[in-house]
């Protein structure tokens, strides 16, 4: 039906007449028809491809915010996402397009709000993705379509270049003037003129200018690039030279999931928010109005149905869209996850090994197993985010060793095991009265944590490295080099580290399951 409109237009009152209940739905989604039948597309919907649903899925929220038609979310779950039948028919015949899981994702969410006051956890977003999988084990995809990218980190770096020099002069008690020198401009010497009770000292060659009329002084600064000589922070004083831009866009962060901080930056006196371990000035965060419908996203969903995503934290910390947000860091967590979560041997998905038993829920989604029945490998796999925030790899024991702590290394930065996770989770077993392995006991009271040490392993053969400069690190055996120096670690337990001259390996290539305790 697309291909014959875009032939001839006169073609559309043809197909009309026909009076085909399914060429009505198409005529609606191609903008070529305003009648508009719920009870129709709810059952066609299916018959569409993914990014028809989107679409589909976006128009609907913008009859909602128009008034032309009351969408709930109840009504939005009535829609047939899934038909076993119908799949296995699409993929013996037209295999190259998929079903929508992204589209699932995001009405179950929204669904689950309504009904629990929150969007997923993780092991109920796996469990919707896995189901949602069917037959279809080998087939690779991303939750996208319906979040906000990001667009790189905004930061913010001094440029010290001026035009001139501001400086406080006192001339009494409490009392002061401003001194303001620069190179002879013309254009400059007119703006100097504009401010009031200017004049110029013929004896110290600058513009002096009286304290009282401070504030036209700092907003001449701000605009004619002048630098603040002031008593205090050179920083502080001089915002106006920082220069804001983004930057690369942080590992693993495909979507932007940027928390509003408490208070300002104390740096630049500017609001910011905290993603990935580090500021960022300016977030990417679009409320569309409705004619801008087909780029809405959650967010707008949200707005359109009137749902509070704001949140008070156990702190009673009020944080704007928080739990909005939280979603979004799921799903960009999750993403991750699902690069490695396929088996080497067959390319099948891999599930979590308790998936479908009573601990599911309750578990941390850390050890996989390949559930093919045609498949030989069904070792453990261990797949978890690596600790340090500011990374935001996943570790996978298929290319990972273990440090000596029995907890496996991430390729990316070296981080294995910090004193702060290592005491955090003994806390949390003794709350919750869980087993607890005497290594773990054995590694807090010793802090035997590497992180606060800066003792760093090679993942791949897992021999202790060197440290060849402050804070780089390189095994002698692999060549293997992390550079930690960007992450600013604080170090309080490097006085315990064991001084090596040489790196070496620290214990043969077998692993001992024993070792790697459930931390």
Same mark, same amino acid.
């Given at each position: 039906?697309?291909?014959l409109?875009?032939?001839?237009?006169?073609?559309?009152?043809?197909?009309?007449q026909?009076?085909?209940?399914?060429?009505?739905?198409?005529?609606?989604?191609?903008?070529k028809?305003?009648?508009?039948?719920?009870?129709?597309?709810?059952?066609?919907?299916?018959?569409?491809?993914?990014?028809?649903?989107?679409?589909i899925?976006?128009?609907?929220?913008?009859?909602?915010?128009?008034?032309?038609?009351?969408?709930?979310?109840?009504?939005?779950?009535?829609?047939?996402?899934?038909?076993?039948?119908?799949?296995?028919?699409?993929?013996?015949?037209?295999?190259?397009?998929?079903?929508?899981?992204?589209?699932?994702?995001?009405?179950?969410?929204?669904?689950?709000?309504?009904?629990?006051?929150?969007?997923?956890?993780?092991?109920?977003?796996?469990?919707?993705?896995?189901?949602?999988?069917?037959?279809?084990?080998? $087939?690779?995809?991303?939750?996208?379509n319906?979040?906000?990218?990001?667009?790189?980190?905004?930061t913010?770096?001094?440029?010290?270049?001026?035009?001139?020099?501001?400086?406080?002069?006192?001339?009494?008690?409490?009392?002061?003037?401003?001194?303001?020198?620069?190179?002879?401009?013309?254009?400059?010497?007119?703006?100097?003129?504009?401010?009031?009770?200017? $004049?110029?000292?013929?004896?110290?060659?600058v513009?002096?200018?009286?304290?009282?009329?401070?504030?036209?002084?700092?907003?001449?600064?701000?605009?004619n690039?002048?630098?603040?000589?002031?008593?205090?922070?050179?920083?502080?004083?001089?915002?106006?030279?920082?220069?804001?831009?983004?930057?690369?866009?942080?590992?693993?962060?495909?979507?932007c999931?940027?928390?509003?901080a408490?208070?300002?930056?104390?740096?630049?006196?500017?609001?910011?928010?905290?993603?990935?371990?580090?500021?960022?000035?300016?977030?990417?965060e679009?409320?569309?109005?409705?004619?801008?419908?087909?780029?809405?996203?959650?967010?707008?969903?949200?707005?359109?149905?009137?749902?509070?995503?704001?949140?008070?934290?156990?702190?009673?910390?009020?944080?704007?869209?928080?739990?909005?947000?939280?979603?979004i860091?799921?799903?960009?967590?999750?993403?991750?996850?699902?690069?490695?979560?396929?088996?080497?041997?067959?390319?099948?998905?891999?599930?979590?090994?308790?998936?479908?038993?009573?601990?599911?829920?309750?578990?941390?989604?850390v050890?996989?197993?390949?559930?093919?029945?045609?498949?030989?490998n069904k070792?453990?796999?261990?797949?978890?985010? =690596?600790?340090?925030?500011?990374?935001?790899?996943?570790?996978?024991?298929?290319?990972?060793?273990r440090?000596?702590?029995?907890?496996?290394? =991430?390729?990316?930065?070296?981080?294995?095991?910090?004193?702060?996770?290592?005491?955090?989770?003994?806390?949390?077993?003794?709350?919750?009265?869980?087993?607890?392995?005497?290594?773990?006991?054995?590694?807090?009271n010793?802090?035997?944590?590497?992180?606060?040490?800066?003792e760093?392993? =090679?993942?791949?053969?897992?021999?202790?490295?060197?440290?060849?400069f402050?804070?780089?690190?390189?095994?002698?055996?692999?060549?293997?080099?992390?550079?930690t120096?960007?992450?600013?670690?604080?170090?309080?337990?490097?006085?315990?580290?064991?001084?090596?001259?040489?790196?070496?390996?620290?214990?043969?290539?077998?692993?001992?399951?024993?070792?790697?305790?459930?931390?």
């Open positions: 039906i697309k291909y409109l875009q032939l001839n237009e006169l073609n559309l009152e043809a197909i009309k026909i009076q085909n209940d399914f060429y009505s739905v198409i005529l609606w989604v191609l903008d028809d305003t009648y508009f039948d719920f009870e129709l597309l709810k059952r066609k919907f299916i018959y569409f491809a993914p990014d028809e649903q989107v679409r899925i976006r128009k609907l929220f913008s009859l909602k915010a128009n008034g032309q038609f009351d969408l709930t979310i109840d009504k939005l779950n009535e829609l047939t996402r899934f038909d076993l039948d119908l799949y296995k028919t699409n993929l013996k015949f037209n295999p190259e397009i998929p079903i929508d899981i992204s589209t699932d994702v995001v009405i179950k969410a929204l669904y689950s709000y309504q009904q629990n006051g929150r969007f997923f956890v993780e092991s109920e977003l796996m469990t919707l993705v896995l189901n949602d999988l069917y037959n279809n084990k080998t $087939r690779r995809f991303r939750l996208s319906y979040f906000e990218n990001c667009l790189g980190r905004q913010a770096e001094f440029n010290w270049s001026r035009n001139g020099e501001i400086s406080k002069v006192k001339n009494g008690e409490n009392m002061f003037h401003f001194a303001i020198t620069f190179e002879y401009d013309p254009y400059i010497v007119e703006a100097v003129k504009s401010l009031s009770g200017r $004049r110029w000292n013929n004896e110290t060659k513009w002096v200018v009286p304290s009282q009329y401070e504030t036209e002084v700092l907003n001449f600064a701000k605009e690039r002048f630098f603040l000589d002031f008593e205090g922070s050179k920083s502080e004083n001089n915002i106006h030279l920082a220069n804001f831009k983004r930057i690369g866009i942080p590992n693993g962060i495909s979507f999931e940027g928390r509003l408490k208070k300002p930056c104390k740096d630049f006196n500017k609001e910011f928010w905290w993603c990935g371990g580090k500021p960022c000035y300016s977030k990417c679009t409320i569309h109005n409705a004619e801008e419908w087909e780029k809405y996203t959650l967010l707008d969903f949200c707005k359109v149905l009137g749902l509070n995503t704001d949140e008070t934290n156990k702190m009673g910390d009020f944080i704007p869209k928080g739990q909005y947000y939280q979603f860091a799921l799903i960009n967590r999750f993403n991750r996850l699902l690069d490695k979560m396929y088996c080497q041997d067959c390319n099948h998905i891999l599930y979590p090994s308790d998936f479908g038993t009573a601990h599911f829920a309750a578990n941390n989604l050890r996989f197993q390949c559930r093919n029945e045609a498949c030989s070792k453990e796999i261990y797949l978890n985010h =690596c600790l340090n925030g500011q990374c935001n790899s996943i570790i996978d024991s298929r290319i990972s060793k440090c000596e702590n029995g907890l496996f290394i =991430c390729d990316n930065c070296g981080s294995c095991c910090s004193h702060n996770m290592l005491e955090r989770r003994l806390s949390n077993l003794k709350l919750t009265g869980g087993y607890i392995h005497p290594n773990l006991v054995k590694c807090v010793e802090k035997l944590g590497h992180l606060e040490k800066a760093y392993f =090679c993942y791949k053969c897992k021999s202790e490295m060197k440290e060849i402050s804070d780089i690190f390189q095994c002698s055996n692999c060549q293997v080099k992390y550079d120096s960007k992450y600013k670690f604080f170090r309080p337990h490097i006085h315990l580290r064991k001084t090596k001259e040489t790196t070496g390996n620290n214990g043969s290539d077998e692993e001992n399951p024993d070792v790697d305790i459930n931390f």
